[in-house]
């Protein structure tokens, strides 16, 4: 990827040497990060070189009578976005048109935020979000906008969510020769890269095969691992606390037509107290957890990662799978699940080109 913006726009920050410069030095400060764990050489997965996020979130800036993109600087100041090859191929064709159009008083006054959520064929939803109650003449001319440039466009503001079209995406993502679908809500968590996502599900898939036992997920999300985890599980048994994520990861699975999983909603604390028998849950009560052989675990906690009690609760199955989005707590983690584990595998995705951020995936066995 070559952007006139590289050092400027302070979006990208490791882009020296072009790409492969940059993956070879996130995939040594990993390989020496890890080394007390693990001394084999980490797996890399590559990304696409350009075009390869399905969301991104872009500032908007006022200058006199014109309004621009902007992200913050390596300065922390606004700085003036004219271009960005990271966002796939419709939300860079759309970027300069949709600006066109909100140039006008109405849509452009107090408006501080667009963000682009897209599909892999091209479905778009565009949230503005303003500082200013949105009215009926604001959602006549947003209709105008997403009628002729065929995107949904949702409008925010304190308290108020205007939807135009719809609110979500369907994304069709295709894992070892299958495909998988999914509903993508705006203003959810989605993994941005569809390409490396697609390849991290296949990674954690390779020794899960004709499994005849049960799998636990914890952070389960709308359900990006788990509904590819059906196929190769008797059962799966999926916990996520937030509400929202559940509703849309049930409604996952009905689009790929997999039977199998159950979704409870509820953190981690509270599933051990359920799978104990401390306490009872009403939304555990139509599951019987002693039908259950739970033997692997897997999980993809946020980048604050798993706290003690989560990881000491996780040691008790004979496998872990792990996706981690920040490095550091994941060491953190596994100074503690490798005293009754160790580590067989890890990877490194490289989900977030140009920058410092990486995924890791890590697989553990009882010793």
Known sequence: MDCKHFGLCGSCNNYEGGYEAQLQRKLQQNQKRFAEFYTKKIIPFESPLEHYRARAEFRIWHEDEKSFYAMTSSQKEPFRVEECPQVNSYIDKLMPLLLKKLQTDILRNKLFGCDFL?????????????????????????????????????????????????????????????????????NSFTQPNPAVNAKMIAWTLENLEDSKSDLLELYCGAGNFTIPFANYFRKVLATEISKSSIAAAKENMLYNNIENIEFVRMGVEEFTQALDGVRIFNRMKHINIKEYNLQTVFVDPPRAGMDEKSCNFTTRFDKIIYISCNPVTLHRDLEILTKTHRVTDMALFDQFPYTNHVEMGVKLQRR
């Open 118 to 186: 897209s599909s892999s064929n091209g479905d778009i939803v565009v949230s503005l979000l303003y500082h200013k109650k949105l009215d009926g003449t604001w959602e006549e001319l947003a209709k105008n906008v997403a009628d002729e440039l065929d995107i949904s466009i949702i409008g925010r503001s304190r308290k108020q969510k205007i939807v135009i079209g719809k609110d979500y995406v369907l994304e069709s993502l295709h894992v070892n020769s299958k495909k998988f679908v999914y509903k993508h809500i705006e």
